[in-house]
Nanobody, 123 residues
Framework: QVQLVESGGGLVQAGGSLRLSCAAS????????MGWFRQGQGKEREFAAAINWSGGHTYYADSVKGRFTISRDNAKNMVYLQMNSLKPEDTAVYYCNGGYVALVAGVRPGMYWGQGTQVTVSS
């Protein structure tokens, strides 16, 4: 079992930056891949970024590539999402996710979810 708690969301102007954090509890954290998904109002939840168990491989949605950076600290049971050059279309609730599966067609979320943190980017 893995419990996830996100923090770091807020209101920022377009072009600004935010750093999301995800604190994980559970003895399996360091063995599973972690990801961030997001859901805008009236939209389906979509993949944003993922990182494998060791941090050696990362995946990004085309919409965030070059602007967002995912990282993890297994010693602290933490996952981070550094978001730069934010755009209004990045406005969404961001969810930390554990146990994703990388497929040819995309990244399928795992079974562990946090409660989400709101990110709002004003124009």
């Amino acid at each position: 079992q893995v419990q996830l708690v996100e923090s770091g969301g807020g209101l920022v102007q377009a072009g600004g930056s935010l750093r999301l954090s995800c604190a994980a509890s559970g003895h399996t954290f360091s063995t599973i891949g972690m990801g961030w998904f997001r859901q805008g109002q009236g939209k389906e939840r979509e993949f944003a970024a993922a990182i494998n168990w060791s941090g050696g491989h990362t995946y990004y949605a085309d919409s965030v590539k070059g602007r967002f950076t995912i990282s993890r600290d297994n010693a602290k049971n933490m996952v981070y999402l550094q978001m730069n050059s934010l755009k209004p279309e990045d406005t969404a609730v961001y969810y930390c996710n554990g146990g994703y599966v990388a497929l040819v067609a995309g990244v399928r979320p795992g079974m562990y979810w946090g409660q989400g943190t709101q990110v709002t980017v004003s124009s």
